[in-house]
């Protein structure tokens, strides 16, 4: 009888440990390949022109960004001038909180994205090019993201409004579309 509570006990652990290990977040990519394969197909063909631009530290926590805007300094890329890719924590395992919750906790789920803007800052392409979440994979659409193209910051983006909702991924929508409206912001105001 000690064996077996021995061994369910360690059975449990193993368990319990390696759950850890299948929700942990690995580190963002910030040079995932749909993203040179989009600079190559604009005509960047040296990519050590892309240099990170610093966000000053005060915006950089009061907004907790999870990701790294870059300078595109290639004039063959005219299409394209700045990017931003990152990351959106969505929804924690084993149930959602409130659509806008930013929390940056491992139990997170999340996906990693990029956007591309053009000289004045306004978006040219949204991409989710890293899924983890388990609902919502609907907003990988690129018929959904067209819906960002020519986002300027002037406005703020709200589902219902000027994006639209998709039944059953309530809380990617939300997040994407508040990471997005506050990343170009950023991008306007302080880069």
Not at 26 to 45: E, M, R, S, V, Y
Not at 107 to 135: M, R
């Amino acid at each position: 009888m000690f064996k077996m509570k021995i061994k369910s006990g360690l059975l449990l652990c193993i368990c319990l440990f390696g759950n850890c290990f299948i929700h942990a977040q690995h580190g963002i990519d910030h040079k995932p390949k749909a993203l040179i394969k989009a600079l190559q197909k604009a005509g960047a063909t040296d990519l050590s022109v892309i240099q990170e631009v610093n966000v000053p530290h005060s915006v950089n926590i009061s907004n907790g960004i999870n990701g790294k805007f870059f300078l595109i300094n290639d004039t063959n890329v005219s299409q394209y001038r700045y990017i931003y890719v990152g990351r959106v924590n969505s929804c924690r395992t084993g149930g959602c909180s409130i659509a806008d919750d930013n929390s940056h906790d491992s139990a997170s789920e999340y996906f990693d994205y990029y956007i591309l803007f053009d000289n004045n800052k306004k978006v040219q392409t949204v991409k989710v090019f890293n899924y983890q979440a388990t609902h919502g994979h609907e907003i990988t659409s690129k018929g959904w993201l067209k819906q960002f193209i020519g986002y300027d910051g002037s406005e703020q983006l709200q589902v219902d409004k000027n994006i639209d909702a998709i039944s059953g991924a309530t809380i990617s929508v939300y997040a994407i579309t508040l990471d997005v409206d506050i990343k170009t912001k950023i991008l306007q105001q302080h880069i």
